[in-house]
T-cell receptor, first 120, second 115 residues
Framework: SAVISQKPSRDICQRGTSLTIQCQVD?????MFWYRQQPGQSLTLIAT?????????ESGFVIDKFPISRPNLTFSTLTVSNMSPEDSSIYLC?????????????????FGPGTRLTVL | AQTVTQSQPEMSVQEAETVTLSCTYD???????LFWYKQPPSRQMILVIRQEAYKQQNATENRFSVNFQKAAKSFSLKISDSQLGDAAMYFCASLTQGGSEKLVFGKGTKLTVNP
């Protein structure tokens, strides 16, 4: 499976500022995803980021608050803008692996190590 | 819309024993995948096992196996010979094939392994 890294691994930020989280994959993948995991909760999909097109956001998430870039097939960023304490969460990126036999996706998502964000 | 329900917020097991975690799901689609992910305190989400809905045979991965009951929409995870390293949050998830590729998670079950 693909190896995924995220930067930063954790950060403590002040209210009103923005933080950009990077997700790097060691192979080319078509589909990348960003999730939020609030304290003690399960994962919620923020958006799907495909290279060459605008990200698709889930209900409750908007581009102005969570702008996403996907400049190539191995990299994506998520920005958490104008942060408030309610944005304190773990943010995870995931990718759908590509089956080398036929080039399509495996319909299985693998996750990065996550970024723990605390907003004061 | 897909929903995934895990009715056991917490479970515990003695080391070397067997434990079963429950999961039920609801979907109107005929093609879908089901997953169990493990999240230890390090917060990394780790894929444990995957089941394709069209396959009748239950998936197995070493000490991990599932009991997939399609008609009952049930997908339980059995961990055999439990080890201390199995202690983690376990999340059940479903994904509809050919759709938005949206992975829907249950609320999770916290597994404690007692020495």
């Amino acid at each position: 499976s693909a190896v995924i890294s995220q930067k930063p691994s954790r950060d403590i930020c002040q209210r009103g500022t923005s933080l950009t989280i990077q997700c790097q994959v060691d192979s080319q993948v078509t589909m990348m995803f960003w999730y939020r995991q609030q304290p003690g909760q399960s994962l919620t999909l923020i958006a799907t980021a495909n290279q060459g097109s605008e990200a698709t956001y889930e209900s409750g998430f908007v581009i102005d608050k969570f702008p996403i870039s996907r400049p190539n097939l191995t990299f994506s960023t998520l920005t958490v803008s104008n942060m408030s304490p309610e944005d304190s969460s773990i943010y995870l990126c995931s990718v759908e692996d590509t089956d080398p036999r036929w080039g399509g996706t495996t319909d299985t998502q693998y996750f990065g190590p996550g970024t723990r964000l605390t907003v004061l | 819309a897909q929903t995934v329900t895990q009715s056991q917020p917490e479970m515990s097991v003695q080391e070397a024993e067997t434990v079963t975690l429950s999961c039920t799901y609801d979907t109107s689609e005929s093609d879908y995948y089901l997953f169990w992910y493990k999240q230890p305190p390090s917060r990394q989400m780790i894929l444990v096992i995957r089941q394709e809905a069209y396959k009748q045979q239950n998936a197995t991965e070493n000490r991990f196996s599932v009991n997939f009951q399609k008609a009952a929409k049930s997908f339980s995870l059995k961990i055999s010979d439990s080890q201390l390293g199995d202690a983690a949050m376990y999340f059940c998830a479903s994904l509809t094939q050919g759709g938005s590729e949206k992975l829907v998670f249950g609320k999770g079950t916290k597994l404690t392994v007692n020495p």
